[in-house]
């Protein structure tokens, strides 16, 4: 198993410099039906099988014993629609300096019992009739140890507070002061409970409109953003950006080859469990509901063909896709970001 490459991008925005840490986190993918060995030093592995697979015949998996494998691992759609998310009112930790013309706070809330910071921009003045439509930001890999709340996708988040969304960018767990391990977003479900636990707990502020809810998801953040759409029927359009978006399977073979090496191979039964496995594999349960992709083609921590994979497999599942390309633009997007955050802004204007 290879270690993913660790990268640096520095992005310069346009009200303020700030240093964004996008690179995908280590996923050396073990296929399933591998024997278990040790993982090197800070390695992390894909999920692993929690018993062996029937065969009926000897040799040959049926598929309903190949769904039940899949329920079993935490990491699925379906373990994670068998869990509660009762999140908890927002807590103010402290109060930050406002913006144009809204208020900026760290605030707190509970998942999985663990206290996770977020940051929370309300508008001001008194809220429209239901409240404020509010949009869950799920920012992508930072070093956790690195990882500052008020340091990271500030244009970003500016740009929906300054439209009237309340914005809540949670940290995960095990991020800067917030509590729990933090263990990675592809093959652990911690940070998509913290995601389903944030919009939760937007549900529960007065100023909120709860059934106006969105999800915006950059890099990792991508793939947390599809998965919890696809636990919480509740959160009704999502705006995914540079988004590690394509089917395990996808990841396993196509991620972060090294120059000259040949695309990894997988036999039919691994590339089987682990599309299975993959939010990719559930897109008809969207029902409907709005996905917009942002990528730019010379990306080189998250390839510009893992948007093309979500846009095609949502397509095959029947839903819909606005997808943008952005020729000759990196992982950030920043020689389009105003053009992007606008269009993500209009697109949330129109769907929540």
Known sequence: MRRLLQLVLLLLVAGGAYLAVTPPENLPFRVPW???????????????????????????????????????????IQALRARAYPGSRL??????????????????????????????????????????????????????????????????????ARADFVTLKSDYRGHGDSEGEARGGYDDPGYTVDVLNAAASLKQDTRVNASRLGLWGHSMGGQLSLRAMLVDPDLKAASLWAGVVASYDVLATDWNRAPGEE???????????????????????????P???????????????????????????????????????????SRNLGLALRRSVAFFKAKL
Do not use: C, M
Not at 100 to 128: E, F, M, W
């Open 263 to 289: 695309k990894r191979v997988l036999d039919p039964l691994n590339r089987q469990s682990l599309r299975a496995l993959s939010p990719n594999a559930s897109l008809e349960d969207l029902n409907g509901r």
């Open 34 to 76: 591998q024997p278990t060995q040790p993982a090197p030093t800070g390695e992390r592995r894909a999920p692993t099988p929690s018993t062996t697979l029937p065969t009926t015949p000897p040799g040959e998996v049926t598929d309903a014993a190949l769904q039940a494998f899949v329920a079993r691992q935490p990491i699925s």
């Open 291 to 333: 996905i917009q992709l942002h990528h730019g083609t010379a990306d080189r921590d998250v390839p510009y063909s893992f948007q093309k994979a979500l846009a095609d497999d949502l397509r095959a599942a029947g839903q819909s896709v606005e997808a943008y390309r952005y020729e000759g633009d990196n992982h950030n997007l």
């Open 91 to 160: 807590t103010v930790v402290r109060t930050l300096s406002p913006g144009v013309n809204y208020t900026r706070q760290v605030v707190s809330y509970l998942s999985d019992g663990l206290k996770i910071n977020a940051l929370l921009t309300v508008p001001n003045g008194i809220p429209p009739q239901g409240g404020w439509p509010a949009i869950v930001f799920n920012h992508g890999y930072i070093p956790p140890d690195e990882y500052r709340t008020t340091e990271r996708y500030v244009a970003y988040q500016d740009a929906f």
